[in-house]
């Protein structure tokens, strides 16, 4: 079946970028999520992508995707303190709410 | 424009008991998705409902049940509640279901604990 993988942890500097990583298997994914995780609260959407996208910018967040390797990443510019947080992938196919997601990559940005 | 809420936030049941939580969606979406969270086994989706008609189930014994009213509310019904069952439970609102315009639009959970 479809699986998504994730980095556990990722610790930065305050003022530096953050770079998270996923790995899909679906070949047949078409949509690439990042949502974001605080405590105690549900899911925001960060962003998202199409499979036939390499790129896309929003803001501080860029996301990259290699859809040769099925990997895909969100690199965070100016990473606050603000921003930790725990990140997830998921993947939709064919349009469908269904969302396989990540085990998530908790990150931790200190001052 | 309102959120995706959720009822209860929190809940305390034992063994045996059953439960139904209640999500109320973004007004206008007529999709409805449920996801268990537990640190385990991570966010697993359970079931999503569209125009009063599940159209998509995950991989979950049939203690877990849904349904969808007209007005879009949704509720999920856990019977025979197991120990595992204790999770976050998230519901998550779209208009269509999936990709641009379809985004998932996640509550705030429903903390189910059972003892």
């Known amino acids: 079946g479809e699986d998504v993988e994730q980095s556990l942890f990722l610790s930065v500097r305050e003022g530096d970028s953050s770079v998270i990583n996923c790995t899909y298997t679906?070949?047949?994914?078409?949509?690439l999520y990042w949502y974001k995780q605080e405590p105690g609260a549900g899911l925001q959407l960060l962003t998202y992508i199409f499979s036939n996208m390499d790129m896309k910018q929003d803001q501080r967040l860029t996301v990259l995707l290699n859809k040769k390797d099925k990997h895909l990443s969100l690199r965070i510019a100016d990473t606050q303190t603000g921003d930790s947080a725990i990140y997830f992938c998921a993947e939709s196919s064919s349009g469908y709410s269904t969302l396989t997601f990540g085990k998530g990559t908790m990150l931790l940005v200190s001052p | 424009k309102a959120g995706v809420t959720q009822t209860p936030r929190y809940l305390i049941k034992t063994r045996g008991q059953q439960v139904t939580l209640s999500c109320s969606p973004i007004s206008g979406h007529r999709s409805v998705s449920w996801y268990q969270q537990t640190p385990g086994q991570g966010l697993q989706f359970l079931f999503e409902y569209f125009s009063e008609t599940q159209r998509n189930k995950g991989n979950f014994p049939g203690r877990f049940s849904g349904r969808q009213f007209s007005n879009s509310r949704s509720e999920m019904n856990v019977s025979t509640l197991e120990l595992g069952d204790s999770a976050l439970y998230l519901c998550?609102?779209?208009?269509?279901?999936?990709?641009?315009?379809?985004?998932?639009?996640f509550g705030p959970g429903t903390r189910l604990t059972v003892l």
């Open positions: 998550a609102s779209s208009t269509v279901g999936g990709g641009p315009g379809g985004e998932q639009f």
């Open positions: 679906d070949s047949s994914s078409t949509y």
